[in-house]
């Protein structure tokens, strides 16, 4: 992990309105895997599903302490695994990146990696598949993340870390039931137009053969999926030299479908998987 020198006496982290005390250190010492996910709720239950596997106590009993005083993000630790929330969308997941890995670096936590646990919109892929990301594109189909500091147009490389693809990939079992494929992410501005729906409030620009032409692109250039975190997290963990990934379920196929008609249970048991992927490779590590 390569933090900006700078940083170096600052001891207030504003988006997890957090001074950074001996206890705080204390707290956050001997991580060595960071495991995020858009909604707190959904990282409350991770941290559940990790005490249930690696604790091995009654979780009937078990309830997680929140580690961040903010109603921003929710983060909780079991053993070296912290689970966090990170909200939707680049800029809420890049704000949370600087100042958990500000934090993970004054606490010692130089080697650790960060895995995005998801859900996504699948391109020409049966709903259910889980995808993990190799490379994370714009909507405009670069493989980038575009900043503009200074009025300066600048776009980072998104490459996700293969060899930790590798590692989650090799620690699954043969009777998953459900399929994983590596391929490549759209990370888009928003829900609806950035990821070409109809269904949107706003009338797109579009029509249905222009998005056909685009779909047509996309599956040439391999991407698998569209979601909201993407370049975010690939470019700012490649310039902090953060071993990272993104493993997320898709709910949807967009060739067929605007809409996610799954039910509530069906919707859960999709989600499910991608942790599911996950704990499967904690378990292996
Ligand atoms: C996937 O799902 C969310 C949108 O509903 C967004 O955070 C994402 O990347
Ligand atoms: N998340 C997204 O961003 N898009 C989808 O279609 C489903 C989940």
Redesign the pocket.
């Known amino acids: 992990m390569k933090i900006n020198e700078l940083n170096i006496g600052k001891n207030y982290l504003y988006n997890f309105n957090m001074v950074i005390t001996k206890q705080i250190l204390n707290e956050f010492r001997g991580i060595k895997y960071v495991c995020m996910q ?1 909604s707190s709720d959904r990282s409350l239950e991770f941290a559940i599903r990790l005490a249930k596997s690696f604790l091995k106590i009654d979780v009937k009993y078990f309830v997680p302490v929140n580690l961040l005083p903010t109603s921003k993000y929710k983060c909780y630790r079991v053993g070296d695994i912290l689970s966090i929330s990170h ?3 680049n800029p809420s997941i890049l704000s949370m990146l600087h100042d958990l890995s500000i934090l993970m670096y004054f606490a010692g936590n130089y080697n650790c990696e960060y895995i995005r646990i ?3 919109g699948g391109i020409n892929i049966v709903p259910g598949t889980v995808v993990i990301t190799k490379q994370a594109f714009m909507p405009n189909l670069v493989a980038g993340y575009k900043m503009s500091p200074l009025g300066r147009d600048i776009i980072y490389p998104t490459n996700m870390n293969l060899q930790l693809n590798a590692r989650i990939i090799k620690a699954q079992p043969h009777d998953l039931g459900f399929k994983i494929l590596e391929g490549n992410s759209i ?1 888009a501005d928003d ?1 609806y137009l950035s990821q070409c729906r109809f269904d949107g409030a706003i009338s797109p620009s579009y029509d249905e053969m222009n998005r056909k032409k685009y779909f047509e692109k996309i599956k040439e250039l391999n991407i698998l999926n569209f ?4 370049t975010a997290l690939a470019s700012f963990c490649s310039r902090a030299e953060i071993p990272a990934t993104m493993v ?1 379920v898709t709910l949807v196929n967009r060739i067929e479908e605007d809409q996610i008609i799954l039910t509530n249970d069906e919707l859960e048991k999709f989600s499910l998987r991608s942790q599911e992927v996950i704990l499967n490779y904690l378990k292996n590590c």
Do not use: D, K, R, V
């Not at 979601?227 to 993407?230: A, R, W």
């Open positions: 858009g909200g939707m969308g998801g859900t996504s990370a829900f979601e909201m975190e993407s997320a």
